[in-house]
């Protein structure tokens, strides 16, 4: 079989005749930039892990340094103590937070996927968006003059948990709604025609296989509440001691408030190391959180696939 | 019981109610914050935006009627280096979080393969949750690391030179005074990190949504991978970009403990260059609200609820703006599908 | 019902159960919370809190730090029992809060530190209010300054901008410093005195948090200047600061130290009334050092409920007297001085009003 050579001239390989796409500068530039991209964007990623992996690994290196067993079984007031009231008292706080922020939120979430088309649905949905942008140091700011002073509760486990539980609310709405949605409605159809009611279907039959979905709303929740700090400063104060069970008038511990007072401190001997090992323990929890969320909400998807 | 519940109101009825909680909320803080601030407000007019000095008064001298409410005498607030401070913050961070955030964004979406990429994306995720006091805490260790001899830190020295070599000295905000480290650029740094993750997974995830069709048309062109990306798949999700770097913005704004503790604390001055001391409204609030309650007059604590009103107000027309693009692009897209 | 919610229904209830339980069981110890003063935290948390707790091992006293402007604040608002404050009362506040009392616990005083590197331990700076003054207020820019050079004759001054470091938070130290800088600069020093203060905005000017703050930061800056508290004196010479000889009413430099600081007390104490809020700042006396100050409990004299008012009164008459918290052995460690005998009956003269 013969070779047809479509070149006019001899010996000069095939090149298309159109006009730009022979300007070898073109070709030269396309090349070039194909190279700085890819660096570039090897460049910004490798920077960002970089990054990742110092801060992380400096939490760990300073922390680790600092945790003896005295952390985990003695409080900050015994001397030059442990964590254990900062520790009891961030799951005081976050669970009490979780406590207000599951059921209305929840319900909101429900109400605003179920019942979609209503104007209260599109006033929670509109709230709930405002709602989240709101700085965490604003609702501080609020509570601390709303609840810690006027109202006179001082310094408390209950308005440190209903703050917190205003700021999760619109997060546990949202995944809510969400996780509500996926939900197939020839399920709901169904449970309607076997003669349900409203709160039947809802909580027997839709809720319950949006479960997956719901719980990383409320482990979300749960993980935000343990990692702020502002608004705690205000409304918890901070105690070395461990928590005496009142709800009002009595300030209490927690990691992240740990922290914010044993850096600053240099009188305390071994304050800083103490300071390091909660910001150690901290990390560790949020991200322990974020990790049994994310194998939930895999799990939910590897089901569903 | 349930039953009981039933016979007064219907269920739907009773979730209306649960769930108006969270719309109730939102109005009482704004509502309480608006009633609140109004003396301060009527006493602090449009000064308090364009004017700098947060000045509270003689405390120790008797009140005055000043512009008819009883103050300290020579009280007057401004909060110009506080609206300045905070946007100079966040106009760094997001200068650096969106080169840095959707170039890894690419590389994750484009190079990293599979099973790795859903591992280390789940690490760059990570990095959005460490809380704030720790990245703080972590900053200060930084600007503190290394001192030499005579007490400079590593980093001091890196502001030192910048500020004398060449071709940066002569570049208007960055050449001058080197700081003592404690300043916007550790606090745009700072925030920077904090909403990279955002940034980076959101689009990271726009990217791998966009249809094969697009990227095979594009190559069937003859592009080439990288063209492929800058020139189709980017612009085709630059509303979902723009979107998560606003929504980044946003969260930028409110961050209140790791910029309280590498900004430097400046009162009453604008930053002359990257190096200078600033305060942002929410650090300021932060460090002046717990001995706001010394001040007879009411007006200092008043005039921290105008500073949460200003910065909840820049927030929400942050994050409604957001929202409103990322609608628009979901809108957009289901039409061309 | 579903086997999931039969689960949560149970836990809920075992949760609920025993959080019920733990506010039951828990003995209701009396609390006695103090904040503020970071010049006086080292004092509550190192010495007279374990000292009170040796006699009386149940009684939980909480101190925390941040500055006498919260602890000012914190005691209004009867969010903690005791504030510590190195700045008394204001007329005003004492005008809104009848019966909040203003209680002299110790005697301190403050010293002004710089950071020259290089700088002779064995060489002394003397600077005076005025010169202070300008130095705050930006009219004296330079180490090598004439005014500074004047009052250190054949000391060689760098030639370097000064760098001021001030407090940030609402401070007692900002006011005892302001209240020299007023009373000894006279007109020339334009701002008031007060926990916070809307200082001039000098270049390069630093501010700080906390005396720990003031510490670090001035020993990070070099040729920075800034006000501590004198229980900060240990950290503050770890990090390379040296202390001023001020210029007293007398017109002679002294150097912070328990003579000069007694003679100070001694020649202004006196004139301290019933009520106990006095400036002893910039008194006469050859050898007074001229930044003293009383260490203030700010405390309600109406307490919410008798017993917490019997704990106060007891921890606050441990410290004022000489046998517990006033021993020499116990103020040393922060450089504190003793309240003079008839402070001392005027103090327990307040603590005894509290009911």
């Known amino acids: 079989m013969t070779v047809v050579q479509t070149t006019p001239s001899g010996g000069a390989p095939f090149k298309p005749q159109g006009g730009r796409q022979t300007n070898s500068l073109l070709m030269l530039r396309r090349n070039v930039g194909e190279w700085v991209g890819w660096a570039w964007a090897a460049f910004a990623f490798l920077g960002l892990a970089l990054i990742m992996v110092l801060i992380l690994a400096w939490v760990c290196q300073t922390g680790l340094g600092a945790l003896k067993p005295a952390v985990f079984t003695e409080p900050s007031s015994k001397g030059n103590g442990g964590l254990l009231n900062a520790i009891e008292g961030t799951l005081v706080i976050s669970l009490g937070a979780l406590l207000i922020a599951t059921p209305f939120g929840m319900a909101a979430g429900i109400y605003a996927s179920e019942f979609k088309t209503t104007i209260w649905a599109s006033v929670i949905r509109f709230l709930s968006d405002i709602l989240v942008g709101v700085p965490s140091i604003v609702m501080g700011y609020v509570g601390y003059v709303i609840m810690v002073v006027t109202l006179g509760w001082k310094q408390s486990v209950l308005a440190a948990c209903v703050t917190l539980g205003v700021i999760s609310l619109p997060y546990v709405c949202r995944t809510t709604e969400l996780a509500l949605r996926q939900v197939p409605m020839n399920l709901r159809e169904a449970g309607f025609a076997i003669g349900g009611g409203d709160a039947t279907v809802i909580l027997r039959v839709v809720l319950p296989s949006a479960l997956p979905g719901v719980m990383t709303g409320i482990l979300l929740a749960l993980s935000i509440s343990v990692g702020e700090t502002a608004p705690l400063i205000y409304t918890a104060g901070y105690s070395n001691y461990m928590w005496d069970g009142k709800l009002f008038n009595s300030p209490i511990g927690y990691l992240t408030g740990a922290i914010w007072n044993l850096y600053n401190d240099q009188t305390t001997p071994g304050a800083a190391q103490l300071a390091y090992a909660a910001a150690f323990l901290v990390t560790m929890l949020v991200l322990g959180i974020n990790i049994i969320a994310r194998v939930i909400l895999r799990g939910q998807q590897a089901a569903r696939a | 019981m349930a039953g009981i519940l039933r016979r007064v109101f219907a269920f739907r009825t009773w979730l209306a109610i649960a769930g108006g909680v969270l719309p109730v909320s939102l109005v009482i803080i704004f509502g309480f914050l608006v009633i609140y601030a109004w003396p301060a407000i009527g006493f602090n007019g449009l000064d308090f935006l364009t004017q700098n000095g947060w000045d509270p008064g003689d405390n120790y001298s008797s009140p005055v009627m000043l512009r008819g409410v009883m103050a300290s005498p020579g009280a007057h607030f401004g909060v110009l280096f506080l609206i300045v401070g905070t946007l100079c913050s966040v106009i760094l961070a997001v200068a650096i979080a969106y080169p840095f955030g959707v170039a890894a964004a690419v590389f994750l979406a484009e190079i990293v393969p599979g099973a790795i990429r859903s591992f280390v994306s789940f690490f760059v995720e990570l990095l959005a949750a460490v809380p704030s006091v720790v990245f703080g805490l972590w900053g200060i260790g930084v600007i503190s690391a290394f001192p030499d001899k005579a007490g400079v830190t590593a980093f001091q020295h890196v502001c030192n030179w910048i500020v004398a070599t060449p071709p940066f000295e002569w570049i208007p905000f960055v050449g001058g005074d080197p700081g003592n480290g404690y300043g916007l650029l550790a606090a745009g740094v700072i925030l920077a990190f904090m909403i990279v993750p955002l940034i980076t997974s959101t689009v990271r995830d726009a990217l791998i949504a966009q249809p094969a069709a697009l990227r095979e048309a594009s190559v069937a062109l003859g592009a080439r991978r990288f063209e492929t990306i800058v020139k189709v798949l980017l612009p085709s999700v630059r509303p979902v970009t723009i979107g998560a770097t606003i929504l980044a913005t946003g969260r930028a704004l409110g961050e209140t403990m790791a910029v309280l503790m590498v900004c430097g604390n400046a009162l009453g001055v604008l930053p002359k260059n990257l190096f200078a001391p600033i305060s942002t409204m929410a650090s300021f609030i932060a460090s002046q609200l717990d001995s706001a309650g010394a001040d007879t007059s009411g007006l200092v604590v008043k005039s921290l609820a105008e500073v949460a009103i200003i910065l909840g107000l820049m927030s929400l027309v942050v994050n409604t703006g957001a929202r409103v693009l990322l609608a628009m692009q979901t809108a957009s897209q289901r039409e061309r599908t | ?355």
């Open chain 3, 1 to 355: 019902m579903p086997k999931k919610f039969t689960h949560l229904r149970a836990t809920a209830l075992a949760l609920g159960a025993s959080a019920l339980l733990a506010g039951v069981a828990f003995a209701d110890p009396v609390r006695l919370l103090e904040s503020g003063s970071s010049l006086l935290f080292p004092m509550f948390q190192n010495q007279w809190v374990p000292g009170y707790n040796k006699a009386h091992p149940d009684v939980v006293i909480s101190p925390q730090a941040g500055g006498s402007g919260k602890g000012i604040a914190d005691a209004i608002a009867g969010i903690v029992q005791i504030g510590g404050s190195d700045a008394y009362l204001s007329d005003p506040q004492v005008a809104q809060n009848p019966g909040l009392l203003s209680i002299p616990l110790a005697v301190s005083s403050q010293t002004v530190d710089f950071n020259i590197p290089g700088w002779n331990a064995a060489k002394r700076m003397v600077l005076s209010g005025p010169v202070l003054a300008g130095i705050y207020q930006g009219t004296i820019r330079n180490w090598n300054d004439p005014a500074i050079a004047r009052l250190n004759p054949g000391v060689a001054l760098p030639a370097n901008p000064i760098v001021p470091i001030r407090r940030s938070d609402g401070s007692g130290d900002t006011f005892i410093f302001t209240q020299f800088l007023a009373a000894s600069a006279g007109p020339a020093w334009t701002l008031h005195y007060g926990t916070t203060i809307n200082w001039t905005a000098v270049p390069g000017e630093v501010g700080a948090q906390g005396n720990p703050g003031m510490v670090s930061t001035a020993g990070s800056v070099p040729y920075s200047i800034a006000y501590i508290g004198i229980s900060s004196r240990a950290a503050a010479r770890t990090a390379r600061l040296h202390e001023v000889a001020l210029i007293n009413q007398a017109g002679k430099a002294v150097i912070d130290s328990p003579q000069t600081t007694a003679a100070a007390v001694a020649a202004t104490a006196a004139k301290t009334p019933a009520d106990e809020r006095t400036s002893l700042i910039f008194g006469p006396g050859a050898d007074s050092y001229p930044i003293i100050n009383y260490e203030y409990a700010i405390a309600k004299q109406a307490q919410p409920s008798p017993d917490v008012a019997a704990q106060l009164k007891g921890f606050l008459t441990w410290v004022i007297s000489p046998a517990g918290g006033n021993a020499p052995a116990m103020l040393d460690a922060a450089s504190f001085g003793p309240l003079p005998a008839a402070v001392r009956a005027k103090s327990v003269a307040q603590i005894n009003s509290i009911h």
